[in-house]
Nanobody, 120 residues
Framework: QVQLVESGGGLVQAGGSLRLSCAAS????????LGWFRQAPGKERKFVAAINRSGGSTYYADSVKGRFTISRDNAKNTVYLQMNSLKPEDTAVYYCAADPSAVVTTYRYWGQGTQVTVSS
């Protein structure tokens, strides 16, 4: 069992930056593929970014490419999402997720989410 806790959300003006963190307990994250998702009010949860177990491969939604960076620190059991050039449409609850599968189809473990609000 993996417990995930997100932090770092908040209110920021358009063009600003935030760094989200997701700390894990219960298991070491080094054996898990990790992802970030977001859910805006009244909308479905959507994929934002993912990183493989070694950190050597990353994947991004088109809407955040070039602005967001996912990274991981296995020694700290933490995954990060650096968000730059934020836009009002980035407003959402952001969730981190983890899965031990070699190929992830559905993430097994989820955090509770952290709110990000971008004002225009």
């Amino acid at each position: 069992q993996v417990q995930l806790v997100e932090s770092g959300g908040g209110l920021v003006q358009a063009g600003g930056s935030l760094r989200l963190s997701c700390a894990a307990s219960g298991r070491t994250l080094s054996s898990y593929n990790l992802g970030w998702f977001r859910q805006a009010p009244g909308k479905e949860r959507k994929f934002v970014a993912a990183i493989n177990r070694s950190g050597g491969s990353t994947y991004y939604a088109d809407s955040v490419k070039g602005r967001f960076t996912i990274s991981r620190d296995n020694a700290k059991n933490t995954v990060y999402l650096q968000m730059n050039s934020l836009k009002p449409e980035d407003t959402a609850v952001y969730y981190c997720a983890a899965d031990p599968s070699a190929v992830v189809t559905t993430y097994r473990y989820w955090g509770q989410g952290t709110q990000v609000t971008v004002s225009s």
